[in-house]
């Protein structure tokens, strides 16, 4: 079954240090790739998509990931987190043509002064 | 800059009663979703929508559910006899047709939060 997969529920950084969130899909068929936040009381805001153009992406906030066919990953970086983006983090997937998202557990990053 | 709007933001309703969830797309998306998420848990596929009618669901999308676009702007989640495990926060999205939707960003609403008690 396609799946997507969200290592650590929660993350919690300093600010200013090394933001990283784990995806991984499991598809013998890469499939469209998307990481979106969550603010609270706030709707799903897309960060940034993969869709086979390349494999670094690069989003919204300073944040980027990276597509790795080899790993069936999709991780999500930033080099230096701020307060601002303590929120929860969602990667997703699309595999067919109606464009339906399979979501991770979800994330949630908190950023530590 | 267009939004997706959801109406109400929260609502509670009692065991058995129906609710109607409602949403307006982006004016010139042509691909409609709503998905679920329960407290606690991810966010879930429940239905999408293109062209008047349902093109795919979920299995969590049984007879209770329904969607509708009465009038060319709003889409709306109807949930016939509401269970308590229908608590949960449902999101309204929409994409445009673009280069393919899988592959076209969905702008998602803010949600509503449903409270079933």
């Known amino acids: 079954a396609q799946s997507v997969t969200q290592l650590g529920s929660h993350v919690s950084v300093s600010e200013g240090a090394l933001v990283l969130l784990r995806c991984n899909y499991s598809?013998?068929?890469?499939?469209?790739l998307f990481w979106y936040v969550q603010y609270p009381n706030q709707g799903l805001q897309l960060l940034l998509k993969?869709?086979?153009?390349?494999?670094l992406v690069k989003g919204i906030n300073g944040f980027e990931a990276e597509f790795k066919k080899s790993e069936t990953s999709f991780h999500l970086t930033k080099p230096s987190a701020h307060m601002s983006d303590a929120a929860e983090y969602f990667c997703a997937a699309s595999y067919n043509q109606g464009g339906k998202l399979i979501f991770g557990q979800g994330t949630e990053l908190s950023v530590k002064p | 800059e267009p939004e997706v709007t959801q109406t109400p933001s929260h609502q509670v309703t009692q065991m058995g009663q129906e609710v109607i969830l409602r949403c307006v797309p982006i004016s010139n998306h042509l691909y409609f979703y709503w998905y679920r998420q329960i407290l606690g848990q991810k966010v879930e596929f429940l239905v999408s929508?293109?062209?008047?009618?349902?093109?795919?669901k979920s299995e969590i999308f049984d007879d209770q559910f329904s969607v509708e676009r009465p009038d060319g702007s709003n889409f709306t989640l109807k949930i016939r006899s509401t269970k308590l495990e229908d608590s949960a926060m449902y999101f309204c999205?929409?994409?445009?047709?673009?280069?393919?939707?899988?592959?076209?960003?969905?702008?998602f609403g803010q949600g509503t939060r449903l409270t079933v008690v």
């Open positions: 993969y869709t086979s153009a390349a494999t």
């Open positions: 929508f293109y062209n008047n009618e349902i093109s795919e």
């Open positions: 598809s013998s068929v890469p499939p469209y």
């Open positions: 999205a929409s994409s445009d047709l673009g280069t393919g939707p899988m592959n076209t960003e969905a702008f």
